[in-house]
T-cell receptor, first 114, second 113 residues
Framework: EAAVTQSPRNKVAVTGGKVTLSCNQT?????MYWYRQDTGHGLRLIHY???????EKGDIPDGYKASRPSQENFSLILELATPSQTSVYFC?????????????FGEGTRLSVL | GEQVEQLPSILRVQEGSSASINCTYE??????FPWYKQEPGENPKLIID?????ERKQTQGLIVLLDKKAKRFSLHITDTQPGDSAMYFC????????????FGAGTRLKVIA
């Protein structure tokens, strides 16, 4: 069964600290995405990737880095976390086209930056 | 531009009636439009999608309409039930080498028994 697994599921970080959110998919999807969800803003794209070694800036990339070391793994890195980055983060994966094109979302990571 | 506008933001309907959510997009290259349902505390889940070569698609009480000229697409939930209460998101994507998905801000649907 297709799955996207995020870790950790919950994280409390201090301002100025480094935070790494991890995402793993076993669906052999080429495309992976990182979104954040805040009340009133829906899902906003931070970074995405077409495949291993590629990362692209989404609509709100400032303050975030991404890494795609393999087809299966896509990480989101907050080098210097700020309270404004408190949010729920969703990773997703999808094919470039076809029946598995629509992004399949992970369970989410709730991040609080104090 | 690549924004997707979604309205209404809040929708309250009586059980058994229909609910309609409308989205408009800016990118004329958009050609794939998925819809997601999100329950509280859970992740968004795909419920129906439509491609630009179609104008209408229906599955299990859900109807999606697409008007490419107006750059508008809509979700219609027929015979709503309390279990349909949730957040709904529309999205648009253009598979022209850039597989970004732009989401609407969401509609909170409340079905009143």
């Amino acid at each position: 069964e297709a799955a996207v697994t995020q870790s950790p599921r919950n994280k409390v970080a201090v301002t100025g600290g480094k935070v790494t959110l991890s995402c793993n998919q076993t669906n052999n999807h080429n495309n992976m995405y990182w979104y954040r969800q805040d009340t009133g803003h829906g899902l906003r794209l931070i970074h995405y990737s077409y495949g291993a070694g590629s990362t692209e800036k989404g609509d709100i990339p400032d303050g975030y880095k991404a890494s795609r070391p393999s087809q299966e793994n896509f990480s989101l890195i907050l080098e210097l976390a700020t309270p404004s980055q408190t949010s729920v983060y969703f990773c997703a994966s999808g094919d470039a086209w076809g029946s598995n094109q629509a992004p399949l979302f992970g369970e989410g990571t709730r991040l609080s930056v104090l | 531009g690549e924004q997707v506008e979604q309205l209404p933001s809040i929708l309250r309907v009586q059980e058994g009636s229909s609910a309609s959510i409308n989205c408009t997009y800016e990118n004329s290259a958009s050609n794939y439009f998925p819809w997601y349902k999100q329950e509280p505390g859970e992740n968004p889940k795909l419920i129906i999608d439509i491609r630009s070569n179609m104008e209408r698609k229906q599955t299990q009480g859900l109807i999606v309409l697409l008007d490419k000229k107006a750059k508008r697409f809509s979700l219609h939930i027929t015979d709503t039930q309390p279990g349909d209460s949730a957040m709904y998101f529309c999205a648009a994507s253009a598979d022209t080498g850039n597989y970004k998905y732009v989401f609407g801000a969401g509609t909170r649907l409340k079905v009143i028994a």
